[in-house]
C-alpha cells in the first residue's frame, strides 16, 4: 500500500469490480450513495459503488488519508477531482465489470477502458465518432481488424477528452487518433493547441478490452497495478520506448 | 417494434425505439435518465449516430448528456426540426389491407364523409389489397394559427397520426384537390425529417388558383352549389340521388373505425382561404399529378409552372373535375403507380374485393 509514486511517473489500476466487497458502500458519501440508488438495474448499482469504493480506497493510499474522508468533486464537465487544489491527479473509467484508473502528481490525466464490442455495426458510428483521417484508415483495414481499430481510436479520444476535462461535450470528431504500433498513438485535435503538450498511449487491457491513458506533458514511465491486490503480485514496470 | 414507452408525440416514439434497441431493455420511461439506465458513453454515442441516420437532424453527441432523458432529447430535437410536436390527427381506416404499405389519403373539400367514401371507393379499384386511411374534417389545428400557417400547422397534425400508423418511410400520401395541398405540406415536413415521400394528387392546383373559389361565406357556397346541380340537364337525378345517399348513410349505420370513436368532425370553408395562403416548396421526390381535362386544357401544369415541371408527372383524364369518381380512369392511373412502387404476382379477384352494400356504393355515382 502507500506505493510510490515519482513526479513523473503514471500509475495504471486495473480494477476487478466483482472483487470489491459490498460493505465497501460504507466509505462512500452520502452524495455517491444517492448516485448509486438512481441507478434502475441492481447490477449496475453494484458496480458503479464498486468502482467509488476502488477509487477511494486507491486515492487514500496516496494521501494517507481514510478513505471515506477524501472529498470528491466534479469539474466542469464531471470530471471528478479531489476537493482543496490537491496535486494528486486521477482519471476514472469503468466498463461493465472492470475499472480502471491513472493517478499521476500535478500533471492532467485521462484514462479509458472499453470492451471490443465485436458484434456492434460501425457503420453509424463512423460517421458520428470519427474524423476523416480516422474513417480512411478503417476502411482501408481488413472487415477483421476495423473492430479493435475503432475501440482503439474511440479509448484514444475519450482517454484524451477526458484528460483536458471536457469530455463528450467536445464532438469527438475534432479529436483524431492515430496508431503508430507497440502501444504508441498520437491525437490531433482541430481545436485549440491541436493535442500539442498532450502525450497518449495505448495500454494492454488483456484480450478482448482495449485501453488509453493521455497525460499533460512528455510521456511517462507508466507503472501498472492491480486492485484489490492479488496474493503474491507485484507492481510491473513498463517504460514506454 | 413494440412502443418502448408510453409516448405521446412522433419523435418520443423512435426516440424510446432507438433506447430500447441500443440498450437492450424492455421498457424506458420517458422521464429515465440515460445514466441512470446504466449506459456507457459509446451506446450514447451510437445512439446519437442512430437517431441522425433516421431523422436527419445533427445531433452533437454533448445533447445527450445535457438532455439525457426520452421526453428531453425529442423535445430537443423537435426545436431543431422546428417542429413542435402536434396534437394527432382523426384518422379512419378506410379500407383494410394485409398488402404494402398503407396509403394516407387527404380527401376533397372539407373532408367530409362524402369525400372520404369517394377516396375509398377510387382506392377499392386500384389496389383493393392496400390499406387506406384517410382524414375527415380538420385537424386539431390551434386556435391562434395565422391563415399563413395553417396548412404548416395542419400538415404536422397529420403527419402526426400518420407516423403513429407507420413510423418509418417510405410513405404513401394521396391528395383530391384542396386535400392535395394540404397532402404537399405533409410531403414536405417528412422529408425535411429525411424520409422519402410518394405523393399522388388529383386534380390539385397550385394554391394561389384555390383563392379564386374561395367563398366569401358559407351561405353563397351553398347557394351557387345548389344552383349548379339544379340547372344541370341530370339536376334532379343528382338530387334525388344525393337524397337517396342520405338515407342509406343513416340506414345503414355506416360506421368508420375512427381513431378516437368521435363524430367526424366537420371542417370549415376556411379551408379554401388557408389553402390559398400556402406557398409550396418543390420537393425532393417526384409528384405524380392527375389533371381533369379541361383544367389540364386550361393551363397543363394546373398553375405550378415551370418552378415545379421538372419534378412533376402530369398524367390527363378526360372527366371533368370531381366526375373521376365516376370513371375507372383515376383508379387505372393509380393503380398503376402503386403497382410499380410494390409489385404483386397478383391481383384478386373482383370478388374478393371488400365492398360496401351494393345500395351505397351505387350511390356512389353522383357529382356533388
Keep these: 500500500m502507500g506505493p510510490g509514486l515519482a513526479p513523473d511517473d503514471l500509475h495504471i489500476w486495473w480494477i476487478d469490480l466483482e472483487r470489491i466487497g459490498a460493505e465497501g458502500a460504507l466509505l462512500l458519501s452520502p452524495g455517491e450513495r444517492a448516485r448509486a440508488e438512481r441507478f434502475r438495474q441492481p447490477r449496475d448499482r453494484a458496480w458503479w459503488t464498486a468502482s467509488r469504493v476502488a477509487l477511494r480506497q486507491i486515492l487514500a493510499s496516496y494521501t494517507g488519508e481514510h478513505p471515506a474522508d477524501l472529498r470528491l468533486t466534479s469539474g466542469a464537465h464531471g470530471k471528478p477531482t479531489l476537493a482543496g487544489a490537491s496535486p494528486l491527479h486521477f482519471s476514472l473509467s469503468h466498463a461493465r465489470e472492470r475499472a480502471a484508473v491513472a493517478v499521476a502528481w500535478g500533471r492532467e490525466v485521462g484514462i479509458d477502458l472499453e470492451p471490443i464490442d465485436s458484434d456492434r455495426d460501425l457503420s453509424?458510428?463512423?460517421?458520428?465518432?470519427?474524423?476523416?483521417?480516422?474513417?480512411?484508415?478503417?476502411?482501408?483495414?481488413?472487415?477483421?481488424?476495423r473492430q479493435e481499430t475503432f475501440f482503439a481510436y474511440w479509448t484514444l479520444k475519450e482517454a484524451y477528452l477526458k484528460a483536458i476535462g471536457a469530455g463528450l461535450s467536445r464532438d469527438p470528431r475534432t479529436v483524431e487518433a492515430a496508431l503508430l504500433g507497440e502501444g504508441q498513438a498520437?491525437?490531433?485535435d482541430s481545436v485549440g493547441e491541436h493535442g500539442a503538450g498532450w502525450s497518449v498511449r495505448r495500454l494492454d487491457a488483456g484480450p478482448g478490452w482495449v485501453g488509453a491513458v493521455a497525460v499533460s506533458g512528455p510521456p511517462s514511465a507508466i507503472t501498472t497495478l492491480h486492485w484489490p491486490p492479488e496474493e503474491n503480485s507485484r507492481p510491473t514496470s513498463d517504460h514506454p520506448s | 417494434m413494440m412502443p418502448a414507452a408510453r409516448t405521446r408525440t412522433p419523435t418520443e416514439e423512435i426516440v424510446a425505439g432507438v433506447w430500447t434497441a441500443e440498450l437492450r431493455l424492455p421498457h424506458i420511461g420517458l422521464d429515465d435518465d440515460f445514466i441512470d439506465l446504466g449506459?456507457?458513453?459509446?451506446q450514447g454515442v451510437a445512439i446519437i449516430a442512430r437517431l441522425e441516420q433516421r431523422l436527419g437532424v445533427p445531433i452533437p453527441v454533448r445533447v445527450l448528456f445535457e438532455e439525457p432523458t426520452v421526453a428531453a432529447l425529442a423535445a430537443w430535437i423537435d426545436r431543431q426540426r422546428g417542429a413542435p410536436a402536434a396534437m394527432p390527427a382523426e384518422i379512419i381506416r378506410l379500407q383494410d389491407g394485409s398488402g404494402p404499405r398503407p396509403l394516407f389519403a387527404v380527401p376533397s373539400g372539407e373532408g367530409g364523409p362524402r369525400a372520404l367514401y369517394a377516396v375509398a371507393k377510387l382506392v377499392r379499384e386500384a389496389d383493393p389489397r392496400r390499406p387506406l386511411y384517410g382524414f375527415p374534417g380538420d385537424p386539431p389545428v390551434p386556435t391562434f394559427t395565422p391563415t399563413e400557417g395553417w396548412v404548416e400547422a395542419a400538415a404536422a397534425s397529420l403527419n402526426t397520426t400518420v407516423r403513429l400508423r407507420q413510423s418509418a418511410g417510405?410513405?404513401?400520401?394521396l391528395g383530391h384537390c384542396v386535400g392535395g395541398v394540404i397532402a404537399w405540406e405533409m410531403a414536405r415536413q417528412l422529408e425535411a425529417s429525411g424520409e422519402t415521400v410518394h405523393l399522388f394528387l388529383i386534380d390539385t392546383r397550385h394554391p394561389r388558383l384555390q383563392t379564386s373559389t374561395a367563398p366569401r361565406?358559407?351561405?353563397?357556397?351553398?347557394?351557387?352549389?345548389?344552383?349548379?346541380?339544379?340547372?344541370h340537364p341530370k339536376g334532379m337525378i343528382r338530387v334525388a340521388r344525393r337524397l337517396q345517399f342520405e338515407v342509406l348513410r343513416a340506414r345503414h349505420k355506416l360506421q368508420w373505425e375512427s381513431s378516437s370513436g368521435a363524430v367526424l368532425p366537420k371542417a370549415g370553408p376556411r379551408r379554401m382561404v388557408v389553402t390559398g395562403a400556402y406557398q409550396p416548396e418543390p420537393l425532393r421526390g417526384r409528384v405524380k399529378l392527375l389533371a381533369n381535362a379541361k383544367w389540364h386544357r386550361a393551363d397543363p401544369m394546373l398553375g405550378w409552372g415551370d418552378r415545379f415541371a421538372d419534378r412533376m408527372d402530369v398524367a390527363v383524364m378526360q372527366e371533368e373535375h370531381g366526375a373521376w369518381r365516376d370513371v375507372h380512369e383515376a383508379a387505372i392511373w393509380l393503380g398503376s403507380l402503386l403497382q410499380e412502387l410494390d409489385p404483386s404476382p397478383r391481383r384478386p379477384a373482383a370478388a374478393d374485393r371488400p365492398s360496401l352494400p351494393a345500395d351505397v356504393a351505387g350511390a356512389f355515382a353522383f357529382d356533388p
Design chain 1, 124 to 145: 453509424p458510428l463512423l460517421a458520428v465518432v470519427c474524423g476523416p483521417n480516422e474513417a480512411a484508415s478503417i476502411a482501408a483495414l481488413a472487415p477483421a481488424a
Design chain 1, 186 to 188: 498520437t491525437v490531433r
Design chain 2, 39 to 42: 449506459s456507457h458513453s459509446l
Design chain 2, 170 to 173: 417510405p410513405y404513401l400520401l
Design chain 2, 217 to 231: 361565406w358559407r351561405g353563397l357556397a351553398v347557394a351557387r352549389r345548389w344552383a349548379r346541380i339544379l340547372l
